[in-house]
């Protein structure tokens, strides 16, 4: 197997792919992503790929402009993969930034489908031998492959930017939206060397949450809210209310996926949140009407990935500060290009 990886892309978040193959110094390879006019997704691969290994970069979500929708991105992903396979491409790795549909990871209640393992099979069908992801919603979905899974995590890249606006220490509380991220926000807090808070919600029906208790003293710190995912904002513009309330001084909020639903800009540009800060593995276009909000690179975290599984190096040890690596606790190289707006 040729040990220079190809890149592929779809038209999800190709910027996010165009800088990964930028920092590999490789460039996307030549292909086709379209629809036929009856809008069936259209797939043509414009080089060889015979016995390489290929990195297909799409992450589940709609696009900036909003021409493709995410059912539209995972078609795109699922058939450029098979055209690949069908090309002869010795190894084929998904690289999914943002694992969409994984919110859906078990029933609920009855006659629902478990959406996140049908993306997994769907995978596995069309010939993927290996993952490459970023803070899934659930880490349990790395169960739905039989199949390698990096799940890496933006943390570093978030904590950085913290650390470089001095919200850290004894300045910040890092604050838990809900019960479930409690894991998450006690590992920002170990890294912050700040304290934790708990806020606990209720969600009386989808996309809607409401703030039930804190626990956990945030009077008179700045809170940092983390979050794995911001979809209709809901979730933190109401936890910045309440914590407000609770007597912190700002709320500031961080959180991977920047999803932004309907009209979640505009309720987080109204709430009580200072700052907005999301990773680029979600593209979004805000204009001049969003003032909070930060968008920080992760490109450099996939391409050392990308690099590690070449040539067969541990993808951890970039975690781990293992092996000398600078990345991906550098943190964003090109912030100031990046940020698209702060208050
Ligand atoms: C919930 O489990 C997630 O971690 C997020 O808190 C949630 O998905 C955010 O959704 P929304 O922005 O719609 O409240």
Do not use: W
């Not at 010795?90 to 549909?101: D, K």
């Not at 912050?192 to 919600?201: D, G, R």
């Amino acid at each position: 197997m040729s040990h220079n990886p190809l890149i592929f892309s779809g038209n999800s978040n190709r910027a996010l792919a165009e800088e990964i193959a930028k920092r590999l110094k490789l460039h996307v390879g030549k292909s086709l992503v379209d629809k036929f006019k009856n809008e069936e997704t259209r797939i043509e691969i414009g080089e060889n790929v015979r016995g390489s290994e290929v990195f297909v970069i799409q992450s589940i979500c709609k696009s900036a402009d909003g021409r493709i929708g995410v059912n539209d991105a995972l078609m795109e992903l699922l058939l450029m993969i098979d055209a690949l396979r069908r090309a002869s491409a010795a190894r084929i790795t998904a690289v999914i930034p943002y694992y969409g549909y994984a919110k859906q990871d078990k029933k609920t209640k009855g006659r629902e489908p478990i959406s996140a393992k049908v993306v997994a099979n769907l995978l596995k069908i069309t010939g993927v031998k290996r993952l490459v992801t970023m803070d899934l919603h659930a880490a349990q979905i790395q169960g739905f492959f039989d199949l390698p899974v990096d799940n890496l995590v933006a943390m570093p890249v978030l904590c950085n930017y913290l650390k470089n606006e001095d919200l850290c220490k004894d300045r910040i509380v890092v604050v838990s939206p809900d019960a479930g991220g409690v894991h998450r926000a006690e590992l920002f807090a170990k890294r912050l060397e700040s304290s934790l808070a708990i806020v606990f919600k209720r969600r009386p029906e989808p996309d809607v949450s409401e703030v039930t208790d804190i626990v956990g003293d945030v009077s008179g710190k700045i809170a940092v809210v983390v979050d794995d995912m911001i979809s209709t904002g809901g979730t933190l513009a109401k936890a910045a209310e309440a914590i407000k309330a609770r007597g912190a001084t700002k709320v500031y909020t961080v959180a991977t996926h920047g999803i932004f639903a309907g009209d979640a800009m505009r309720v987080l540009e109204d709430s009580e949140i200072e700052r907005v800060i999301v990773t680029n593995t979600i593209p979004f276009a805000a204009g001049e009407a969003y003032t909070k909000f930060v968008q920080l690179s992760i490109a450099q975290t996939f391409a050392d990935t990308i690099s590690r599984i070449t040539t067969n190096r541990s993808v951890s040890a970039l975690f781990d500060g293992e092996e000398g690596t600078t990345l991906p606790d550098a943190g964003p190289s090109e912030p100031a290009a990046l940020q698209i707006a702060s208050a």
